[in-house]
């Protein structure tokens, strides 16, 4: 009897125990419970202008919070091998902590983002920073919390130009048949059908390669790609027709958002701000009279190793075209039937919004 009171006792004592080893695990002592390492997904490499800016948000956020909050990016999209699209999702389960990731890639799961992907919709940066800045940016970031996303910042990988090794693209009937590598992000193969081409989805690492390899003739991207992935060692031709820009967007795991003191949400969000101005103005630089570089040296104390990239890819021997408006005009026709099925899905409404900030 003794002995079965005492192994009761035991059995007991060893439940607590196992129950304060849970519990300490669940709701660590307060100073220690932040993770050592939170995991940040960036889609490109580090020496990319998107890069660079991922890499200020972590020092940023680690110098704000007095180490406290270490984040560690993966660039390439590692922690996707590679799978570009499946950042919202990987964030929203908290796999992965945070992106500084491109609203493109986020697109097929919040729908709402293909309004910046609607071809030659936002046509000057003031235009872009009057819908993120306005009802637009503030019902993306809605839907993104209904998402479990929480939206900090807009940052930039700018407006999208079209390169090629085939021949100087300056109307529609040029991209006739043309093999153009796009984002897997299904508006970007409807656009280029619409003009003709013969668009294949590929994730940007398999990109690279297809490139090096001659696998497709051209592709899309802004010059703040262009420029570190030299892409005039594969392509001759580039086309600056800014016909849709792709933002940014720093964005972090609401569940775990929710679960932060208010002083580090605070310093989390004042480092994704600061460093998105960073990243921007790199993105920007040489391409907005002078204002980004003036931000970069004022602020940054940031010297461009290359302050005007339509020079620079002309020195590298490319041939740059800037469309005329009659041109332009033909393009925008050209892709019309793309709003028919698209801004249904993005929403009437937001659509209407975003031609209200604009118009600001
Ligand atoms: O895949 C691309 O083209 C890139 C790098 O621009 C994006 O991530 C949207």
């Known amino acids: 009897m003794m002995k079965g009171m005492k192994k009761t006792r035991q059995g007991a004592v060893s439940i ?3 129950f304060g080893v849970l519990f300490g695990l669940v709701f660590p002592a307060a ?3 932040f993770k050592k390492e939170y995991k940040m997904t960036v889609n490109v490499g580090p020496n ?9 948000f972590a020092e940023l ?4 919070t007095d180490g406290r909050i270490n984040i560690k990016p993966y660039f390439g999209s590692a922690l996707l091998k590679g799978a570009q699209l499946k950042s919202p999702q990987m964030v929203a389960n908290g796999i992965i902590d945070c992106a500084y990731e491109s609203t493109i890639n986020a697109a097929p799961v919040i729908p709402e983002m293909n309004i910046f992907s609607l071809p030659f919709f936002i046509n000057t940066f003031e235009n872009l920073d009057q819908m993120e800045n306005g009802e637009t940016g503030k019902k993306i970031f809605e839907a993104m919390d209904q998402k479990g996303l929480v939206g900090l910042a807009w940052a930039e990988n700018g407006f999208r130009q079209v390169t090629n090794s085939v021949r100087e693209i300056k109307r529609p009937e040029d991209m006739k048949g043309m093999r153009l590598r796009v984002v897997g992000s299904p508006i970007f193969i409807d656009i280029f059908r619409q003009l003709g081409a013969d668009p294949v989805n590929m994730n940007w690492g398999d990109a690279q390669t297809a490139f090096q390899q001659g696998v497709v003739d051209g592709q899309e ?8 992935v030299q892409i005039w060692q594969y392509h001759q031709y580039a086309t600056l027709w800014n016909y849709l820009v792709d933002p940014l967007i720093v964005y972090w795991g609401k569940r775990e958002w929710d679960k932060f003191p208010a002083d580090i949400q605070k310093a ?3 480092a994704a701000k600061e460093s998105a101005r960073f990243e921007k103005a790199l993105c920007r630089a040489g391409l907005d009279d002078g204002e980004s570089l003036r931000i970069l040296k004022e602020e940054f104390n ?11 890819m002309e020195e590298k021997g490319m041939k740059v075209t800037q469309l005329s408006e009659e041109d332009r005009q033909a393009f925008e026709e050209a892709t019309r039937p793309v709003y028919d099925k698209w801004v249904p899905k993005i929403g009437k409404a937001l659509y209407e919004t975003a031609r209200a900030d604009m118009a600001e």
């Open 16 to 18: 607590l125990v196992l």
């Open 31 to 33: 100073g220690a419970d």
């Open 48 to 56: 990319f202008y998107w890069g660079i800016g991922a890499t200020k």
């Open 61 to 64: 956020v680690k110098e704000k």
């Open 221 to 228: 991207n802004p010059v703040g790609v262009l420029i570190p």
């Open 268 to 270: 989390i969000a004042e």
């Open 302 to 312: 940031y010297e461009m190793a290359v302050p005007d990239p339509i020079a620079y």
